[in-house]
């Protein structure tokens, strides 16, 4: 009886545990997203970063390319990684080095976050779950 009840306690420590664990968000992991996907026309200057309600992660970054060319290379990388909801760029300014921008997005959550794989995205980071490849940080 007493083995029996130190296991009920322990199962009931790893359930919360797990409980704890599957809605643990890893902003760090946005980082190497970026990093991944970020293409070396591309630079950031200022990044800021929230976590909404819903469990996305809604980011505002300032940046500049070496052309508009490259802006919109970014956009539809971005638009291919099913992590990274609607990029928006905006204010985009030609200037003397290229061209100056602002970019707004957020990181969405995996309906299936429960059933995590270590299947691959295109990028070559982990994914959550095989079926929308969505990113691991959620």
């Known amino acids: ?21 599957s809605r643990h968000l890893a902003p760090s992991e946005m980082f190497n997203l970026l990093e991944e996907l970020t293409l070396q026309s591309v ?8 976590i909404n309600e819903d469990e996305t992660i809604a980011i505002r970054m300032k ?34 080095d290229g061209v100056r921008c602002r970019e707004s997005t957020s990181f969405a959550a995996c309906n299936r976050r429960s059933s995590r794989t270590s299947s691959s995205t295109k990028a070559g980071s982990k994914a959550c779950c095989a079926r929308c490849n969505c990113s691991p940080f959620l």
């Open 1 to 21: 009886p007493a083995l029996v009840e130190e296991l009920v306690r322990l199962d009931l420590r790893l359930q919360a545990a797990n409980d704890v664990l």
């Open 43 to 50: 630079s950031y200057s200022s990044l800021d970063y929230s």
């Open 63 to 96: 940046g500049k390319a070496d052309s508009v060319n490259a802006v919109a290379l970014q956009a539809s990388v971005f638009g291919q990684n099913n992590a990274i909801v609607s990029p928006i760029f905006s204010d985009i300014d030609l200037v003397s």
